[in-house]
């Protein structure tokens, strides 16, 4: 029976990772899966992870089993990072529960979502590959929307079509910053609106916060999901902080869930509980234990605070150049300039995505989708060169 299990094509976008070790040219360029690099091209560990994982090792008595929620100390810790230092619990009608990453998060709010009848999930597209996969493996149907025009502004537009023609009980899935792929954010009063609608067409919002922290700063990239929950009965929030404490491959993640009334929430969230059992019994500890300890500690949030801003700094640094640089053969580099967050999209066809791999060594994700933060002061202008070369031929 089990040869019935045809070959499938490898994660496009893992892919990437593989054929990108395996090329020998000394000036190749990662500019695929989504991870930080400083100016010298290096993922390092935050050095206030170190520290909280130095305590971890000296203070930690026991590995036994916590339980499906995982560690709620961390749980409850990011809650007003997230929610907001004044009401972090929204009156006691949110709480989470720990995943195995932002991958978990997403999973577990469509499948939570799904367990409570919704059928359809709105979406902008282009969106992070894994969503569409995650909507299709649980037999939800997705409905897309464009993301943004091609003039790159975010498409509201098209995101008020997509509320009219939804119907109440439906989700919309939202990326509460950093879009990934398009780099492109909804603006404030855009959130406001975004907000009035969801509301009034009764949707439950499913926010993807993956990357807080990367975009303008923790506070303003909580914009949209605070606005948004603010004026919502009900809604799901997806949190990772693979990005923002750099943990990645420790998978740290946390699925929010906000009632209408606080006594419903313990109700909603043993069906997170059961999911989160039958799928993966347990979160892995590790990396959340770390962030855990970091929030409970002044000194170390503000070490943390401090290598995010320069992560921010990093990246404003590398669009301002991109931006700057203006031209590059048939490409405009400019709106780069003004996106958010780990990724953009540099509009290169097929063929040209492939030659910027095989003749420059830059590897890109197939949708023209680049990790900024994968350009360096020493490799952005033969970054330049090679997408003048390929578009001007
Ligand atoms: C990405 O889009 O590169 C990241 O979110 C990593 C991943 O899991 O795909």
Redesign the pocket.
């Known amino acids: 029976v089990l040869s019935n299990l045809q070959q499938q094509p490898a994660d496009a ?1 893992l892919a990437l990772i593989k054929l990108h070790n395996a090329d020998p040219r000394a000036d190749k360029i990662d500019l695929g ?2 991870v930080y690099r400083t100016d010298s091209g290096a993922t390092p560990v935050f050095a206030a992870i170190k520290a909280a994982e130095q305590r971890l090792l000296e203070t930690q008595d026991s590995k036994a089993y916590l339980g499906p929620e995982g560690d709620m100390d961390f749980v409850h810790a990011l809650m007003p990072y997230v929610f907001g230092a004044a009401n972090p619990t929204f009156d006691g009608r949110i709480e989470g529960m720990q995943t195995p990453g932002g ?1 978990g998060a997403v999973r577990l709010a469509l499948a939570l979502a799904k367990r409570a009848g919704v059928a359809r999930i709105w979406m902008g597209t282009p969106s ?1 590959p ?1 969503h569409a996969q995650i909507v299709a493996d649980l037999g939800l149907e997705l409905k897309g929307f464009g993301h943004a025009t091609p003039g790159g502004q975010a498409d509201m537009d098209s995101l008020r079509a997509a509320v009219a023609s939804a119907q109440a009980g439906d989700a919309i899935l939202l990326h509460g910053c950093c879009h ?1 792929p398009l780099g492109i954010d909804y603006a404030p009063a855009q959130w406001d609106e975004i907000a009035t609608l969801v509301k009034a067409k009764g949707l439950l919002p499913i926010i993807d916060l ?1 990357y807080q922290g990367l975009g303008e700063g923790m506070e303003e990239d909580a914009y949209g999901l605070r606005r948004v929950l603010g004026e919502v009965p009900e809604a799901l929030v997806a949190y990772s902080c693979d990005k923002n404490f750099g943990l990645y491959r420790d998978r740290v993640g946390a699925v929010y869930v906000m009632m209408a009334d606080a006594a419903q929430v313990n109700a909603a969230l043993s069906n997170g509980h059961a999911l989160a059992r039958a799928a993966w019994s347990m979160p892995p500890d590790h990396g959340a234990a770390a962030v855990r300890i970091i929030l409970q500690d002044q000194a170390l949030v503000a070490l943390w605070q401090g290598e995010l801003d320069e992560m921010r700094a990093r990246m404003r640094q590398v669009r301002a150049k991109l931006a700057a640089s203006g031209k590059a053969g048939a490409v405009d580099l400019a709106p780069l300039g003004s996106q958010n967050g780990l990724f953009s999209i540099v509009p290169l066809n097929a063929e040209q995505i492939l030659a910027m791999r095989e003749k420059h060594g830059v590897y890109m994700a197939g949708s023209g989708r680049i990790n900024v933060a994968g350009l360096t002061m020493g490799n952005i202008d033969q970054f330049i060169a090679a997408v003048a070369d390929v578009t001007s031929a």
Do not use: D, P, R
């Open positions: 976008l899966v989504g991958t992070w894994n990934n993956a």
